[in-house]
């Protein structure tokens, strides 16, 4: 287990409830999707996983230690886990691309030298190496998000929180975004990212949490939680179409108990091809 969230409740003020009792794991190498309808408190949570909301009640442990809200605590919590907002712009604030990529690393304490070398290994990730010069507040959407997630991988976390990452992309953007959290996860960072896309956490996920209401209201495998249509219905989402396809395949025959089942639309092509070669 990499991090946990035990029973967390938060509200913000006015007393608007935003968390109530939630608890939700993480575990290391697999990717999750936090999975649920605007409004259901998504963000919040991943406000909490990373220290910059504290809870009125419940903890969060990390490697099995409970989290601590000191500066320092903090600070060693965040080199750990990493956030991209959903909203670029509320994230970079320097004057250049290179600039803001290069605070964190620099917060951390290293050297010049290393911080140059976290920033051009991020930048060159994300595919925006033209863009180190150039003024943040003359980036597209599509850039600002790329440069958003440099600044985050520069610090090289364990973990990284991404809040709608896709959102706002277009199919070219976010094909080639989901490739680079492949390549970072690859490099031993654990993703987990909230989505309202089914398709997306179907396609993309290891494991799913449903959410409504500010709680969880299932977690589990992506395949098995995202058919069952009771706990979809408790969290207002329908099962992903190509997963439909897939048991629908497996009902009739098509597919074998032990056959994968499709999760790409390619995935479901090739599964068509083979059904209509075997009736001919």
Not at 126 to 143: E, K, N, V, W, Y
Not at 150 to 177: F, K
């Amino acid at each position: 287990m990499l991090l946990e969230a035990c029973g967390l409740t938060y509200s913000y003020p006015g007393g608007v409830p935003a968390l109530a009792d939630l608890s939700l794991t993480v575990t290391r190498g697999k990717r999750l999707a936090i999975l649920g309808p605007n409004g259901a408190g998504k963000t919040t949570l991943l406000l909490h996983l990373n220290g910059t909301l504290s809870p009125s009640s419940g903890r969060v442990l990390l490697n099995g230690t409970a989290m601590g809200y000191s500066r320092k605590e903090l600070t060693a919590w965040r080199r750990q886990v990493g956030l991209v907002l959903q909203d670029a712009d509320d994230q970079l604030f320097a004057a250049s691309v290179a600039e803001d990529v290069s605070f964190g690393p620099l917060n951390l304490g290293l050297d010049d030298g290393e911080a140059r070398e976290r920033v051009s290994d991020a930048l060159a990730a994300l595919r925006i190496a033209d863009l180190a010069d150039r003024p943040t507040h003359m980036l597209s959407f599509g850039q600002k998000k790329r440069v958003a997630i440099a600044g985050a991988i520069a610090m090289r976390p364990d973990m990284l929180l991404l809040d709608e990452p896709t959102a706002g992309l277009d199919h070219h953007g976010s094909v080639h975004l989901l490739a680079v959290l492949e390549k970072l996860e690859a490099m031993g960072t654990t993703l987990v990212f909230t989505t309202h896309d089914v398709d997306l956490a179907y396609g993309f996920a290891h494991e799913v949490a449903l959410f409504n209401a500010g709680r969880v209201v299932a977690q589990g495998a992506a395949a098995k939680v995202l058919a069952d249509r009771d706990v979809m219905n408790q969290a207002h989402l329908n099962v992903p179409v190509i997963l439909q396809l897939g048991l629908k395949a497996r009902a009739l025959g098509l597919l074998a108990d032990d056959d994968a089942l499709p999760r790409s639309g390619q995935d479901a092509v090739l599964l068509l091809e083979r059904a209509v070669s075997g009736r001919a």
